[in-house]
């Protein structure tokens, strides 16, 4: 768990090893800035209000960062506690950031994106998002309109040309 920019609340022993590496993790002085230098994106995404999911790389493994708010905003001033969630990815994830820049596409049009890139339904995207599939329908048609396709097939293939280069 992580109280926003990166001050660690909890941490169990696996998610200090995935961080510490290729250091042992009793030996660590500061989780907090271990988590500052390993997951700078993380501070980026905490801005916006919705959940997340990004790409981090501990060695040669590559793990799928995914971040959830604690608690619901009315009422309390200040940033809400994150808790992350690591999991073993087995092909990499596209990152999505150049795309979403050069159409000007919103944070949680971009968290469509990248979930679409994955190649999870609008069913499963709604599931991660907190959101209806209509709503992902939405968002994928605003994607889509910004980008100039009239497919997914082609919002993913503009998509990886993009970050291919």
């Known amino acids: 768990m992580l109280k926003p920019p990166s001050t660690v609340l909890y941490a169990n022993a696996e998610a200090m090893r995935i961080l510490a590496y290729p250091h042992d993790p009793t030996v660590v002085t500061s989780f907090d800035k271990l988590v500052e230098d390993k997951l700078g994106f993380v501070v980026e995404e905490l801005a916006g209000e919705a959940n997340f999911l990004a790409e981090m790389l501990s060695g040669r493994r590559r793990y799928l960062c995914r971040g959830y708010r604690l608690e619901s905003s009315r009422g309390r001033s200040g940033p809400l506690p994150v808790a992350l969630q690591f999991e073993r990815a087995c092909r990499p994830v596209l990152d999505v950031r150049a795309a979403a820049e050069r159409y000007r596409l919103s944070p949680r049009e971009r968290q469509t994106l990248a979930l679409a890139v994955q190649g ?44 291919v280069g």
């Open 120 to 163: 999870l339904s609008n069913k499963e995207i709604a599931a991660h998002m907190g959101v209806s599939p209509n709503t992902v329908k939405t968002f994928l048609r605003l994607i889509m309109g910004k980008m100039g396709v009239s497919s997914r097939v082609g919002l993913i293939r503009k998509t990886i040309q993009i970050l």
